[in-house]
């Protein structure tokens, strides 16, 4: 039967031991999205100037990052990091690093979308009463954008949370792998045991992002609402 | 670098890009058939099933698709459904492709200005031709870039399967790199590998944002 096999998280302190592990997840998680979020905002201004080659560098960044997926990016930093520039970082630092840049990649692209996607008179507006390019986009652009991005911002935070269940991967003692654990010591007392424990892993990430997507849905609709009546 | 390490691989290499492909291209196939029949359910609001839509929907959005494939290739077993690796990885995809489709569709649907819905109910049109008519024309053009953003998305996502051992090409990557020690070379290839499939994928997806962004601001 399998639900007598729920005992297996009340069981020692196999239980603090699954919220020790999503407690590294969501470190790495928000550490690289603080990170990320800023450098892409950045990089997001700097995709709107008129500079093209700057516009080309920006892009083939964002198009490596989009293309490979996450999974081979953190292995390609995993492996050529350490022995092609000696570099060494513990696994946590390593994936929070390679999160946060592709956060800013991603992030590069949102904030590029919502800046271009201001009403242009906004901008001419901005120009004709004298504002210079860094007032121009300090009043006028991020402020607007701002509100036109947070959906697209949140639901990238979502993402992230979600990929960490990679990290396991590369051997980041995230709730996955606790998870792992805690089911093959105790698949002896309880052979069900990886019903449950990978059951409230289930749980613990839908937890986490779905407050963060109805939040996402919400000012979604709301702009919605705005536009079309 | 070394070239012949690279060509000895590549036989081994086409054979997981021809299985990314090819779960990728039944994963697709059954997200925006799942895809459609929610979106259908939702549009048109049928009871009970609009409800259980929204659960599923949000169950499969809000959590990632490795622990999905952990549950059903390591815990359903438990309670005696033994589904191979691949059969898993297929079901997973399409779990997880499923809800962000009728997401997509959705989206479009919801797009499509008030105006137009209320002009056609005016003009006495029945529920149903008002979907037909009106709604889906102009609905599914709009959700066009999200379901091409679905697409590179889901590609993408195969590459998970390697936890679950299926010899796709980022486990075909990953093998030859534990039994050789020659990463630089099979992380090349796996990375030109995805490169192959998405970036043609990537290129087509720019395209049609534009175009949709011109029917809509005009720039």
Known sequence: MAHSGINVLLEGDNFIRLLGGLWVTIKIAFTSLAFGLVLGVLLGVLRTFKNRLLRFVLRIYLEFFRVVPTVVLLFLFYYILPRQLNFNLPANELATFVFALWVAAEMSDIVRGALISVPKHQQESGKAIGLSRWQLYRYVLIPQAFSLELPATINLATRVIKTTSILMLISVMDVINIGQQVIEANNHTYPNGVFWVYGIIFLFYFLIDYPLSWWARRLEKKGLERENG | ?219
């Open chain 2, 1 to 219: 670098m070394s070239w012949p390490i690279i060509q000895q691989s590549l036989p081994m290499f086409a054979k997981g890009f021809e299985l990314t492909l090819w779960l990728s291209f039944i994963g697709i196939l059954g997200s925006i058939i799942v895809g459609i029949v929610v979106s259908m359910v939702r549009l048109f609001k049928i009871p009970v099933l609009h409800q259980l839509a929204s659960i599923y929907v949000e169950v499969s959005r809000n959590t990632p698709l490795l622990i999905q494939l952990f549950f059903l290739y390591y815990a359903f077993p438990v309670i005696g459904i033994k589904l191979g690796a691949e059969l898993s990885g297929i079901i997973g995809l399409i779990f997880l492709g499923g809800s962000y489709m009728a997401e997509g569709f959705s989206g479009g649907f919801n797009g499509v200005p008030k105006s137009q819905v209320e002009s056609g109910k005016a003009i006495g049109l029945s529920r149903f031709q008002l979907a037909r008519f009106v709604i889906f024309p102009q609905g599914f053009s709009k959700s066009v870039p999200a379901l091409a953003a679905n697409i590179i998305f889901l590609i993408k996502e195969t590459s998970i399967f390697t936890v679950i051992a299926i010899p796709e090409l980022t486990n075909t990557a990953l093998d030859l790199i534990g039994m050789y020690y020659r990463s630089n070379e099979y992380l090349f290839v796996l990375v030109v590998a995805y490169a192959i499939i998405l970036i043609p994928l990537s290129v087509i997806l720019t395209y049609l944002e534009k175009r949709v962004r011109y029917g809509t601001f005009g720039n």
